[in-house]
């Protein structure tokens, strides 16, 4: 198996043990290009997640869906599905279809760290959900190159500045002679 410079981007730590620092306003930039995307692919529901399941963006025209569980399942579903692949020797971005009778489920790995999930209806064809999504994949790059990654060991408790001991209580004092 050769080596491909695009398997070093794997170096980046991708665990919960990162904190993702989303700064005003991105989250807000990012749903609307998950809106655009959703008008020209004809998704009902588009979000973008990390590797570990946090959520960057996420909107569904598809009443109770909860697109926080989405991308905790998106998050296991691409963990499982990229080993296989890499076990089976394929390098590059991750990819990945499901064709249900209901639903199509698309999952497009972002930059180093995010996937972006559209979930459309059976009849729309998954070609469409990929194209679209290759046409999206520079704005949102963009506007996730603005989130970035803080090492767990630096927003720790142990890390915070303590607060300054109690003062005791008072002794009760009498008033009595």
Do not use: C, W
């Not at 730590?13 to 290009?33: K, M």
């Not at 909107?59 to 109770?64: E, K, L, N």
Request: charged share 30%; proline share 7%.
């Amino acid at each position: 198996m050769s080596s491909n410079p695009a398997r070093t981007k794997h170096k980046t730590d991708r665990s919960a043990a990162v904190t993702l620092q989303v700064p005003p306003g991105v989250a807000d930039d990012i749903e609307g290009v998950l809106r655009k995307f959703a008008e020209e692919a004809e998704v009902d529901t588009s979000l973008v997640v990390d590797h570990s399941g946090f959520l960057i963006a996420g909107i569904s025209a598809i009443p109770d869906v909860d697109v926080d569980t989405i991308g905790d399942r998106v998050a296991e579903a691409s963990g499982s599905a990229e080993g296989l692949t890499q076990a089976l020797g394929e390098e590059g971005r991750f990819e990945s279809l499901h064709l249900g009778e209901d639903r199509i489920l698309y999952l497009r790995e972002i930059g180093e760290r995010f996937i972006l999930v559209g979930v459309s209806d059976a009849n729309i064809p998954a070609g469409i959900l990929r194209d679209q999504a290759s046409l999206v994949e520079e704005e949102l790059v963009r506007h996730l190159t603005r989130v970035k990654a803080i090492p767990a060991s630096l927003t720790s408790r142990k890390n915070e500045p303590k607060s300054p001991p109690e003062e005791p209580e008072p002794e009760p004092v009498s008033l009595r002679p």
